[in-house]
Each structure stands twice: as C-alpha cells, then as structure tokens.
C-alpha cells in the first residue's frame, strides 16, 4: 500500500458487519514528523480453495437492483423472464420456468444490452466497490494453499480488469459484463432467492496481471 514501514506505529484489523463490499478495514497510525494519523483502508477479501475458482460478488432480488439503477420498464420486465420472476412468453425454452437471454427475440436482447453498456461503469462499481463509508479501495485475494499465495490491488485496478471489456452472452446462456458474469442465482433447494439476479468473478485471474 505504499507505506513508509519505519513511521508506522500500528496497524488493526477490523472485520466489518456482513453485506458490505468491504470485510476488513485495516487503520494504519503513521508517525510524521510531530504529527500522527491514522489512515484506514477498506479491503474486500476473496479466500479461493482452487487454482479457478468462481466467486460471488453481489446478488439481490431484482426489485432492490431497480432501486439502484432505475432500470427501465421494459428492461426490468425482460429481466424477470431471466430471473424466473416471470415463466417463459414462449413455449419449447430449455427451462419451462424461465428463459435464457438467447430464448429472447434479437430487438429484446437489445433492449438489455442498450441498459448494460449505458451504465456499465455504475453497475460495475455498485458490484464491486459499492458506496459509501464501507466502499472497498483494494481487494485481496488468498489461495488456501500449502503456501497461502496471496495478491492486494486496488479496487481500480480490479474494476478495469473485470468491467473493461464488452459485453456479451456467455457459453451459459447468460451475460458477461466483460469478465463478470451475470446470472440467475439457481440453488436454495427452490426457494425463491434462488431467483436473485447474482454477479460471479473469477479472483484467481488477479495473479495473472
């Protein structure tokens, strides 16, 4: 973090209430001169077990992302056919329950990708950073390893890295903002938070920039 090591008095750790972006927040005192400080740094920590491993960065249900992000109607209601929250307009999808975004009309993935690309930096900072005193600055990740690697960047740096490509459908049938993934939630033994809409990362491409 670009701290001189001789002028630093302490440093603390502390583990922040869940759903914040940030897990810990490190406060550093730094001695200069006849001045102390204390600088606090909010850090995201990602703990993987593999050498890929996909992580959850967000997920809500989808009322709570149109609070955020004022989606648009018609956009909003093509989202609730992804997420389940409405069954299929059409017969013979893969899902009877649900679509996938290639079940839908090319003028309706339009519609969706219009949405993305328009607020692509907004979506992408809210997921991975988020607002306010608790937004995260850095993220470290930790592969649980004999070794315990582990990389610290700036959030940043991880927001260029993940949201600065274009967006497209994914081999799932879903979409990637570029090396985020967005999907319906699935699982819970089919209760209805299943039917978030949820954002996964890979943190393990972190060690490869």
Do not use: H
Not at 64 to 84: E, G, R
Not at 125 to 138: H, V
């Amino acid at each position: 973090m670009w701290y001189d090591l001789s002028k630093i008095e302490y440093v603390k750790a502390v583990k922040v209430k869940a759903g914040n972006k940030t897990d810990v927040q490190v406060q550093v005192k730094v001695s200069i001169k006849l001045r102390d400080e204390i600088d606090v740094q909010n850090i995201s920590v990602k703990l993987v077990s593999n050498k890929k491993w996909f992580n959850q960065i967000d997920k809500r249900v989808l009322k709570n992302y149109d609070k955020l992000w004022a989606i648009p109607q018609d956009v909003f209601k093509l989202f609730q056919y992804f997420c389940w929250e409405l069954k299929p307009y059409k017969k013979w999808t893969r899902d009877p329950r649900r679509m996938f975004i290639t079940e839908m009309i090319p003028e309706e993935q339009g519609k969706i990708f219009k949405f993305l690309n328009q607020n692509k930096l907004m979506i992408v900072s809210d997921i991975l950073k988020w607002r306010g005193e608790f937004s995260a600055e850095r993220m470290l990740v930790v592969k649980k390893t004999s070794l315990y690697e582990r990389v610290l960047k700036s959030m940043n740096e991880v927001m260029n890295f993940y949201g600065n490509w274009d967006i497209i459908i994914s081999p799932q049938w879903s979409i990637r903002i570029g090396k985020i993934t967005l999907q319906r939630k699935w699982g819970d033994w089919g209760r209805e938070t299943a039917n978030m809409l949820q954002f996964k990362i890979d943190p393990t491409q972190l060690f490869d920039i």
